[in-house]
Each structure stands twice: as C-alpha cells, then as structure tokens.
C-alpha cells in the first residue's frame, strides 16, 4: 500500500505563491502523479499531473500559473503555485495512479491519495 504524505498548504495573499509537496512511501507501484483540489460545496476537481517520464498536463485555470514537477530521488512531486487567486482556495489532494489512462483527469483513475492539505488564498 502506497502511503502519500502533503505538506505545504497554508495561507497565502492574491498574488503570491506557494508550494506543495507529496512524498509517496514507495515508487514502485506509481506510473503518475496528480494534484486535485476541493472547494466546499464543489466536486473534487483535477489541478495537474506528471508522469514518471515528465509528461505534464494542467487544467485550464492552472495553465501558466501552476507548476507540477518531481524528484524522483526522493519519491517527491511538488505542486508550485504562482500568482494565486483566491478562486484558488481548497483543500488540495495529492494522488497516485499504478497505471496508464485514458482519462488521467479523473480522480476515480488514481489509486492512492494523500490526506489533504488546504490553500487559503486571501485577497
């Protein structure tokens, strides 16, 4: 069982950044990573993922903001937010997924998930 540790969450101004940390207790049963976020009242909604390999994807409102990377030296995947708004506050879930999909943005796709860690953005 893959066990996903965040860290990073906090409260930070309109404008300003933040980063996100996901250690995951093993690699071995990871091919990708995500970030998803939920705002009270919403559906758990996809942020941005990255492959093992470095393939990355973003949800529009991510684009050119955000940043998803990892290391895999230490089984890490970080999420660099940028340029916050307060549209933007949410309890963010890092996730693994153990295999390729076709809908990578689905959080049913990943198998493992963090505990949550929530982003206050004020304005």
């Known amino acids: 069982q893959v066990q996903l540790t965040e860290s990073g969450g906090g409260l930070v101004q309109a404008g300003g950044s933040l980063r996100l940390s996901c250690a995951a207790s093993?690699?071995?049963?990871?091919?990708?990573m995500g970030w998803f976020r939920q705002a009270p009242g919403k559906e758990r909604e996809f942020v941005a993922s990255i492959t093992w390999s470095g393939s990355t994807d973003y949800t529009d409102s991510a684009k050119g903001r955000f940043t998803i990377s990892r290391d895999a030296a230490k089984n890490t995947w970080y999420l660099q937010m940028s340029s916050a708004k307060p549209e933007d506050t949410a309890v963010y879930y890092c996730?693994?997924?153990?295999?390729?999909?076709?809908?990578?943005?689905?959080?049913?796709?990943?198998?493992?998930w963090g505990q949550g860690t929530q982003v206050t953005v004020s304005s």
């Open positions: 996730a693994a997924r153990s295999r390729y999909s076709t809908d990578s943005r689905a959080p049913v796709a990943y198998d493992y």
């Open positions: 093993e690699r071995a049963f990871t091919y990708a």
